[in-house]
């Protein structure tokens, strides 16, 4: 099933078109290239940030954290979000059954499934092109930075990515004769479906203690321009699988440096990289110190934290946090909480029919970045989050796959909440917060001062405006394409 797609060629203008998908990887994509027949624009919005010159700070792994204030250098911010590696093929098919946990038993599973070329109908786009493909259609000028191959897997992604508005900034590195082919070529991560609709997943990442672009060392030109260019740099916990941690410190280091804000999602990851090797370690407590948002399953909290009320688990990770202003728990069908110094708004998750939970995490990070951007209130945040969410699940799979525009505008109209999960067993009275927001279909005087319940048609009335802009938008930019 697929989801009707919006394009946005207009929002953003990557740079200097490019006339082949190789030279296209190794500097930026523009999504109104040449090699698409369409035509350049650049009437996109900026603004300006700035910091004192006579301030710096340093994260490198070797030197800490550095100063707790960052530097707001002059810079023109021209694109709403970068994303930052975990870019991917999904091959998703139908199997009898999963591989069992063994590793040696994924491996040959993965190899046997390797043996041949799957039918394209069956390659969708994964990782980090889901946040972005979401985000796009929400109206924000999306970048990706990654390394894709030079092969059809590369160029049906770059396709992929170019139908959806979104530009590509290739990592590039020093090619070694001595490394195998095989170390350039695009990530392929087969995502297996049981009869049970329960999912698998592998890559070739699984099968090396290295990232699979461990050849990448540095930052080129084009990634920082990219990162400078950015409101928001988005990472998770995927990207330590195929980029080295002190690259990735480097990208939150330079990041800091040029004042764009950091999303962090560690995924289930962040277990694992909490107890990996020194440098791992290391560049998981930059990242959760560092970063401005943090996004995390109740689970994944819990994990990091050891504490499993995910009102509480979120507060220590504020408290921990230098640049910390928002963290969210995502709980699925149980609602969602946004936690600040000052507050927390919980948000029960859109009663929809579900098909396929793949890409609702992903999709649900894009709807944060808006509201975020957007200066959205926290309980709006979390409202359209979770729409954004339910209507990837929706559908069937991720990539170009998930929410619609029109689908999360029609779930917010229909405003069927799951209120079956109250957020009350997670508060305390003697919490130390001046306001707790709980959305409801029906507004009622509870027991507990401090919640204050927020009516789901008011918050539905603001959100609207501003989708049917962007919807409207679209609309035109399709049209004049």
């Not at 990996?276 to 970063?291: F, I, V």
């Not at 927001?437 to 609207?464: D, F, M, P, Y």
Request: aromatic fraction near 6%; charge should be negative.
């Amino acid at each position: 099933m697929h989801l009707q797609t919006l394009k946005f060629h207009n929002f953003c203008n990557t740079s200097t078109p490019h006339s082949s998908a190789s030279s296209a990887i190794n500097d930026f994509f523009s999504p109104n290239s040449p090699r698409n027949g369409a035509h350049s624009h650049s009437n996109q919005k900026r603004i300006e940030v700035s910091a004192p010159k006579n301030r710096s700070i340093s994260l490198s792994l070797s030197n800490g954290f550095g100063e707790e204030e960052r530097v707001r250098s002059p810079v023109v911010k021209d694109a709403d979000i970068a994303t930052l590696g975990n870019l991917c093929v999904d091959v998703v098919l139908s199997v009898q059954r999963l591989p069992l946990p063994s590793l040696e038993e994924r491996r040959a599973y993965m190899e046997e499934l390797s043996a041949s070329r799957p039918d394209e109908k069956y390659w969708e786009a994964g990782g980090n092109c889901n946040v972005a493909i979401a985000a796009a259609r929400l109206g924000l000028c999306c970048l990706t930075v990654g390394h894709v191959g030079d092969e059809i897997y590369g160029h049906f992604l770059l396709d992929v990515l170019n139908d959806e508005g979104i530009g590509m900034v290739g990592m590039s590195g020093q090619t070694d004769s001595s490394i195998d082919i095989s170390a350039y070529e695009t990530l392929i991560c087969w995502v297996l479906v049981d009869p049970l609709q329960r999912h698998g997943f592998c890559s070739r990442a699984d099968f090396s203690d290295d990232p699979a672009f461990s050849w990448l060392s540095k930052l080129s030109k084009e990634v920082k321009m990219a990162i400078r260019r950015s409101k928001v740099l988005f990472c998770n916990g995927y990207s330590f699988d195929e980029l080295s941690p002190v690259l990735l410190a480097s990208a939150l280091e330079y990041s800091i440096e040029v004042g764009t804000s950091i999303f962090f999602d560690p995924g289930p990851r962040g277990k694992t990289l909490s107890s990996g090797t020194t440098e791992q370690r290391r560049a998981l407590d930059q990242y959760l110190k560092m970063s401005d948002v943090l996004l995390l399953t109740s689970d994944e909290a819990e994990s990091l934290t050891g504490v499993g009320n995910p009102i509480l688990a979120g507060r220590k990770l504020l408290k921990e946090g230098v640049c910390t202003k928002w963290v969210i728990v995502k709980m699925g069908s149980k609602g969602s909480f946004l936690i600040t110094s000052s507050s927390v708004s919980y948000a029960p998750a859109f009663k929809v029919n579900v098909v396929d939970t793949v890409g609702c995490g992903d999709s649900f990070v894009a709807a944060i970045v808006f509201g975020f951007l957007h200066n959205v209130p926290a309980i709006n945040v979390l409202a359209l989050a979770n729409a954004v969410g339910a209507a990837t699940a929706m559908g069937s799979g991720a990539g170009r796959n998930v929410a619609s525009l029109e689908k999360v505008i029609e779930i917010l109209k229909n405003s069927s909440l799951n209120e079956d999960s109250s957020p009350s067993v997670y508060i305390d009275e003697n919490m130390d917060t001046s306001e707790i927001l709980v959305l409801a279909r029906t507004i009622v005087n509870g027991k507990n001062a401090c919640v204050s319940h927020v009516s789901l048609q008011k918050v539905v009335s603001e959100l609207l405006p501003k989708l049917m802009a962007v919807h409207e938008k679209a609309l035109t930019s399709k049209c004049a394409s």
